[in-house]
């Protein structure tokens, strides 16, 4: 087998980063992304893009730290580099505030982000509902040109985008060799996994240019974080709820609570309402699998289920991906090599 024929499905920042992964990393493949929506109108779109990431359940924390850090770095260096305007990546300060004090009053990722520090009384009188904050500096991620900035490099890496919507895997047999699942919600039909679910997010795209540093709630609803094009403000968590229509209501709550933590909000102008449906899980689902039909084996790397935390551990989990595929394409080589003799 000379070239191993790879199809990654799913275009959002997870798929992207993980088609871009593999075409770098694993020597004779051709990458394809395989999607029925591409940048603007992926859920990845709609996502802050702000790098605080968070546990899952059934993922243990320092897998998902080394993705994290994984990313951090990886970003950081963007941030430096001439193409970091293009990418949309750059640094931002700001504040994480709590109502009660919390019992870890220093995060797993703290060690990866910059400055990290317990925040001063006069900070806090910023926000009198608050009794406890961090301050630190991470990353954020201008996903409306962090994603067609991943499409180019792909593009550029000699992979292709199609466009298509996927009802079965084995639609993409024999066509590919190998098929790397990265369709988030869509995991849920397209591989029957039922631990998959939507949780709905909300947002507001305001303009505010003063507002320079990020501010969040440690419940991670309430946030505000300063974009070059925008400030995000959020926001909801409905789990399974599919709606992807904006409510007024929810809207004016979402303007309300951020205007309480920063009063000069009332001045923010040109108001988009965005919603998105993060693929929400207990764990994060990086694993290789086999499927068989009538003697047919098609080699599976699944790659989803990131919830809201996929920006914030994309470059990472995609590495750990390319890893699994770069083990599928070997044992395709060696079983390739064997039926020759």
Request: charged share 20%; glycine share 8%.
């Amino acid at each position: 087998m000379d070239t191993a024929r790879v199809a990654v499905v799913g275009a959002g920042v997870i798929g992207l980063s993980t088609a871009q992964c593999i075409s770098q990393l694993v020597p004779r493949c051709s990458v394809t992304v395989v999607a029925d929506k591409f940048t603007p109108h992926t859920t990845s779109d709609v996502a802050a893009g702000i790098l605080i990431p968070h546990a899952y359940p059934d993922t243990p924390v320092p897998v998902v730290k080394r993705w994290f850090r994984e990313t951090f770095d990886h970003l950081s260096a963007i941030s430096r580099s001439a193409e970091a305007m293009d990418a949309g990546v750059h640094l931002v300060s700001g504040w994480q505030i709590f109502q009660s004090i919390p019992e870890e009053k220093v995060p797993f990722w703290a060690d990866v982000v910059l400055g990290f520090r317990k925040m001063t009384e006069t900070e806090l009188k910023r926000f009198p509902q608050h009794v406890f904050g961090q301050a630190f500096t991470t990353l954020k991620c201008e996903t409306s040109a962090y994603l067609p900035w991943l499409e180019k490099r792909v593009k550029r890496s000699g992979g292709l985008l199609l466009t298509r919507q996927i009802q079965d895997l084995w639609e993409l047999h024999p066509s590919f060799d190998i098929v790397v699942n990265c369709s988030g919600l869509g995991s849920q039909q397209l591989v029957g996994d039922p631990t998959v679910v939507p949780v709905r997010g909300q947002v507001l795209q305001v303009q505010a240019p003063w507002m320079k540093h990020f501010v969040r709630d440690v419940s991670g609803v309430t946030y505000i974080y300063p974009g070059v094009s925008h400030v995000t403000l959020g926001g909801t968590r409905q789990k399974e709820d599919w709606n992807l229509s904006p409510d007024a209501d929810i809207s004016r709550d979402i303007f309300s609570r951020c205007c309480a933590l920063e009063p000069s909000l009332h001045r923010a102008y040109d108001i988009k309402e965005k919603v998105g449906l993060r693929p929400y899980r207990p764990g994060v689902r990086l694993q290789k699998e086999v499927l068989s039909r009538g003697g047919q084996k098609l080699p599976v790397v699944h790659n989803y289920g990131h919830g809201s935390g996929g920006i914030s551990v994309h470059w990472g989990s995609a590495l750990e991906a390319t890893r699994l595929v770069g083990e599928c394409v070997q044992a395709l080589r060696a079983s390739a090599s064997t039926s020759k003799l």
